[in-house]
């Protein structure tokens, strides 16, 4: 995106409140890692010609709530009316991603249901994913801050095809939490499937053999 139509965007007065929010509250390297997560997901709008004042939001709030322990998250959660699921029961990393979206909502009148999902789903994927919730995902595990190599590889991805970016995402993310023999949210198998499903669909129609399922 062009730089001034980026410095535009960041200067917005919603922007620049959520910012000194985030300065706050937030770990230097939590803050940073937002504004990384920012820059790519602005460059991603562009790209795919998404609503990027949306987008601004979505990658602005996405980790609104990292600065709250564990026990803080819950009874967030609580003090919401948010029905946890099993998984969210358990995993207090699942649940910074839905207590930013209550908290996006009622701390800064955010409203729009695209932006809210997007916030919401940003850590464990779905399986219906709009684009806005696909560039918040992507951006949030790609930008140049993370440290693990794939987050290089799948922003390298990202620009050429964002579908496959979100299934190598959500990939990765399964086979680290294999790793790690943890519980798997059934949303991440989801996102995984289904943009499989899509990128097998799209192959067909190149007329190629279908990959394995
Ligand atoms: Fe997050
Ligand atoms: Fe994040």
Known sequence: MATSK???????????????YLRSRLKPYRYAHVLSVQDVAIDLAERYKANSQKINLAALL?????????????????????????FERQNPSLLHAIVSAALAAAHFDVSDPEILSAIRVHTAGSGAMTLTDKILYVADFSEPKRLHAESDLVR????QDLTRAVFE?????????????????????????????????????????????
């Open 156 to 159: 390298e991805v990202a620009y």
């Open 6 to 20: 980026k410095t535009d965007l960041l200067a917005q007065p919603k922007a620049v409140e959520i910012e000194q």
């Open 62 to 86: 996405h980790d609104c709530a990292k600065w709250m322990s564990d026990l803080e998250l819950y009874e967030a959660a609580a003090s919401y009316g948010i029905q946890l699921d099993e």
């Open 169 to 213: 995402t959500s990939r990765y993310k399964i086979a680290h939490l294999l790793t790690k023999g943890v519980v798997i949210h059934p949303n991440t198998i989801a996102a995984y499937n289904s943009t499989l499903r899509e990128i097998n669909e799209s192959t067909a129609h190149a007329g190629a053999p279908l990959a394995a399922s």
